[in-house]
């Protein structure tokens, strides 16, 4: 999350990108082998936020409960410890085993929205099901994701 603040992301956008990254590497993590997982967390944040610059120049930045949006000061954003390497590969770990226990075609349909970007119709389509059933499967997914971690994630 540092890293996102640090390249002048909003906390909400940093929350958001952060989650993105973890759910990047679960999918990555089920197809292969990770041996490096700290560079794999750094190079998918990378991604994730080159993704993220390219189509917010088609969406506007829009403020949040009132609060402005825009860059963090520097007093709010913490350098990466060893510490913090640490807990980031737990809660890497922990957000790894809480998605691999949501049913497969939850699981997937909620990547697919979250992470991949895809729109809910084209999900639907896909999996043969209704748009509304896709918005059910990602509801259900995050509810999951919230009760188990609360709000301060993993």
């Not at 679960?26 to 794999?40: F, G, K, M, Q, T």
């Not at 929205?113 to 990602?138: C, H, N, P, W, Y």
């Not at 995050?142 to 009760?147: E, H, I």
Request: proline content about 5%.
């Amino acid at each position: 999350m540092s890293y996102f603040l640090r390249h002048d992301r909003t906390r909400e956008e940093a929350e958001d990108l952060t989650q993105d990254v973890f759910v990047r590497i679960v999918l990555r993590a089920d197809r292969e082998r990770i041996d490096d997982p700290e560079a794999l967390v750094f190079v998918t944040a990378a991604n994730v936020l080159k993704t993220h610059i390219r189509d917010g120049r088609r969406r506007p930045a829009v403020s949040i409960d009132g609060l402005p949006a825009g860059p963090v000061p520097d007093v709010f954003i913490e350098d990466r410890t060893p510490e913090r390497v640490l807990l980031g590969k737990e809660r890497a770990e922990a957000m790894l085993a809480a998605l691999n226990k949501l049913g497969p075609r939850t699981r997937d349909i909620y990547i697919l929205f979250r992470v991949e970007g895809l729109k809910q119709q084209d999900i639907a389509a896909q999996f043969g099901i209704t748009r509304s059933m896709v918005e059910k499967e990602v509801k259900k997914a995050a509810v999951y994701l919230a009760r188990r971690f609360g709000r301060k994630g993993p």
